[in-house]
């Protein structure tokens, strides 16, 4: 069965302090793998597509990496707007086109 | 681009009632369209695949005819949740892909309907 584990689920950060979420996903054919944020009331916003092992993507404090088992978002030097849940998703192999989504980490940085 | 409208914002009905719940694809067209659901700080569930001109494919677990969804037109994907009941209460979000693009290219979703059944 796909499936798509995030971790931690909440994670406190002072503003400028570094930190990876960690995405671990089991998928027949992984066709991509996405990260979106999401604001409280508010629909999930695209952030990055990753493909492939070794594949990486960057925007401004934001990095994300993948792995043939897990992929990480690096968050540097966050800011207090970078406060949100962090999700990520992953399509399996086959046409369908449906996305199948981690449980999220919500992320709050204190200025 | 790649605008998902959602409409309403939020919704409170009475138990028994139905609501319907659209999802506009602003500019382009969207041939199939995914309905989500989410529980309070629980990650979105796909509900069902709405496709343009045919019936929509339920998930497993999910009562169709409880939530129909209409595709009439590559513009607009409609839920309607019938005889809503307070356990129906949720956050609905609907999703679609740019055309033109590869089926593994991102989904770009609407800001989500709030139903609160009473």
């Known amino acids: 069965e796909d499936q798509v584990t995030q971790s931690p689920e909440a994670l406190r950060l002072q503003e400028g302090e570094s930190s990876s979420l960690n995405c671990s996903y089991t998928?027949?054919?992984?066709?991509?793998l996405f990260w979106y944020r999401q604001d409280p009331g508010k629909g999930p916003e695209f952030l990055f597509t990753?493909?492939?092992a070794g594949e990486e993507k960057e925007k401004e404090r934001l990095k994300a990496t993948l792995t043939k088992k897990e992929s990480f978002l690096h968050i540097t030097a966050p800011k207090p707007e970078d406060s949100a849940t962090y999700l990520c998703?992953?399509?399996?192999?086959?046409?369908?086109?449906?996305?199948?989504f981690g449980q999220g980490t919500t992320l709050q940085v204190k200025p | 681009g790649a605008v998902v409208s959602q409409h309403p914002s939020r919704v409170i009905c009475k138990s028994g009632t139905s609501v319907k719940i659209e999802c506009r694809s602003l500019?382009?067209?969207?041939?199939?369209m995914f309905w989500y659901r989410q529980f309070p700080k629980q990650s979105l569930m796909l509900m069902a695949t709405s496709n343009e001109g045919s019936k929509a494919t339920y998930e497993q677990g999910v009562e169709k005819d409880k939530f129909l969804i209409n595709h009439a037109s590559l513009t607009l994907s409609t839920l309607t949740v019938t005889s809503a009941h307070p356990e129906d209460s949720s956050f609905y979000i609907c999703s679609a892909r740019a055309p033109g693009r590869a089926y593994n290219s991102p989904l770009h979703f609407g800001n989500g309907t709030r139903l609160t059944v009473t």
């Open positions: 500019d382009f067209q969207a041939t199939t």
């Open positions: 990753l493909y492939s």
């Open positions: 998928v027949s054919g992984l066709r991509g």
């Open positions: 998703a992953v399509q399996a192999g086959g046409n369908t086109g449906k996305l199948i």
